[in-house]
């Protein structure tokens, strides 16, 4: 789950998405709890991954498994 604020900000910038869009579209009022999951800072709630896959059509595992990248993500090295 080392990799998950990597996920999140691809999948953001590829819908091009600010923060604030993004907290809005998952309805949060402030982007701060965004910002800091994005920079690793803090870890998401199991409810922050499931409104995130439903919005962006993704699974949980490709959010929260390290192996797995989101669709359009650059292969991790050694792939």
């Given at each position: 789950m080392q990799r998950f604020g990597e996920k999140l900000r691809t999948l953001r910038k590829r819908h091009a998405m600010t923060i604030t869009e993004l907290a809005l579209a998952l309805?949060?009022?402030a982007n701060s709890y965004i910002?800091?999951?994005e920079t690793g800072k803090k870890k998401p709630t199991t409810e922050f991954v499931f409104k995130v896959a439903r919005l962006f059509n993704v699974t949980t595992d490709q959010l929260l498994d390290d192996e797995l990248d989101v669709p359009g993500m650059a292969p991790t090295a050694g792939e």
């Open positions: 309805g949060y009022t910002s800091e999951i």
